[in-house]
């Protein structure tokens, strides 16, 4: 069965951080690539940032660099996201997604196949 359990969000003020953990079961997760995208309601799920099976290489979004950084701990199966500066516009519920390990990586959902169910992050301003 896989599961990829977030965890971590939270209400938080402007300016400040949250780190977000994703834990996975079920699948090759030392062989997967993986990801972070959110949903706003009303809005589209993006893509905030991924990472390759091997941690070697990482690719975020515009409006998160500088602020947010992924990162993974294959002996743990689990992907992290660490964010910093949070604005109210980061308000949203935080998805990671596993997808086929490459050197290429996608940003877009339909190339990752399984998901979690999401954690929620308010900033309040």
């Known amino acids: 069965q896989v599961q990829l359990i977030e965890s971590g969000g939270g209400l938080v003020q402007a300016g400040t951080s949250l780190r977000l953990s994703c834990a996975c079961s079920?699948?090759?997760?030392?062989?997967?690539?993986m990801a972070w995208f959110r949903q706003a309601p009303g809005r589209e799920r993006e893509f905030v940032a991924a990472i390759t099976w091997t941690g070697a290489s990482t690719r975020y979004a515009d409006f998160v660099k500088g602020r947010f950084t992924i990162s993974r701990e294959n002996d743990k199966n689990t992907l992290y996201l660490q964010m910093n500066y949070l604005n109210v516009e980061d308000s949203a519920t935080y998805y990671c997604?596993?997808?086929?390990?490459?050197?290429?990586?996608?940003?877009?959902?339909?190339?990752?196949?399984?998901w979690g169910q999401g954690t929620q992050v308010v900033v309040s301003s």
């Open positions: 997604a596993a997808g086929p390990g490459a050197g290429v990586i996608p940003a877009r959902p339909e190339n990752y196949q399984h």
């Open positions: 079920g699948f090759t997760f030392t062989m997967s690539n």
